[in-house]
Every structure is written in structure tokens, then in C-alpha cells.
């Protein structure tokens, strides 16, 4: 049985940080690319960040850019989004995302950057 479970939202100040991290379970973690999406009420979902299954490529939101990373352990089945300088405006539900010949959706976890 496949799952992404996520964790580590919550509120935060701006300018603050948090870590977000999806751990995967039931495929094989390496050989999929693993991204972060974000929904905000009313809005799209929009890919915030991507990294290949090994790794060696990532690619970022333009607004993001500079101030998250993304990153996987492999060994450990999990990817993290760490998220620094939080502005009000990523506020949103964050999705873990796994691609490869199929594709799983994590459950979400949600972001409030507010004073």
C-alpha cells in the first residue's frame, strides 16, 4: 500500500522557517522524482519545488528561490522541504507528490505564516 504521509506545518511568523518532510512507504522511493505542491484557498495548485529520484537535479518556483530546499534521503524514504524567510502569501495546504511510471499524492499539511 502506497503512502506519503507529511508533516511539519503549522503556523509561523513571517520570516520564519519550517521544515516540511513526507516519508513514502509501498514504491520504490529512489527511482521517483518527489516534488512539493501547495494549494491556497481559491487558488491552483502550484509545484513549489522538484528533486530527481537520485538527487542531482532541482528546480524551484521563481518566488520560492533563494529561500527553500529541497532535499531526500533516500535511505530513508523521505523528502523535506525546508522552507526559510515565510512570507504570508505561502499560506497553504503543502502536498508531497511522487512521479514516476505512476503517481501518488500525499494528504497535505498545512502552512500558516501570519503575525
Known amino acids: 500500500q502506497v503512502q506519503l504521509v507529511e508533516s511539519g506545518g503549522g503556523l509561523v511568523q513571517p520570516g520564519g522557517s519550517l521544515r516540511l518532510s513526507c516519508a513514502a512507504s509501498?514504491?520504490?522511493?529512489?527511482?521517483?522524482?518527489m516534488s512539493w505542491y501547495r494549494q491556497a484557498p481559491g487558488k491552483v495548485r502550484e509545484l513549489v519545488a522538484r528533486?530527481?529520484?537520485?538527487?542531482?537535479?532541482?528546480n524551484y518556483l521563481d518566488s520560492v528561490k533563494g529561500r527553500f530546499t529541497i532535499s531526500r534521503d533516500n535511505g530513508k524514504n523521505t523528502v523535506y522541504l525546508q522552507m526559510n524567510s515565510l512570507k504570508p502569501e505561502g499560506s497553504a495546504v503543502y502536498y508531497c507528490?511522487?512521479?514516476?511510471?505512476?503517481?501518488?499524492w500525499g494528504q497535505g499539511t498545512q502552512v500558516t505564516v501570519s503575525s
Open positions: 528533486i530527481t529520484g537520485a538527487g542531482g537535479r532541482t
Open positions: 509501498g514504491f520504490t522511493f529512489s527511482t521517483y522524482s
Open positions: 507528490y511522487a512521479e514516476s511510471i505512476s503517481w501518488y
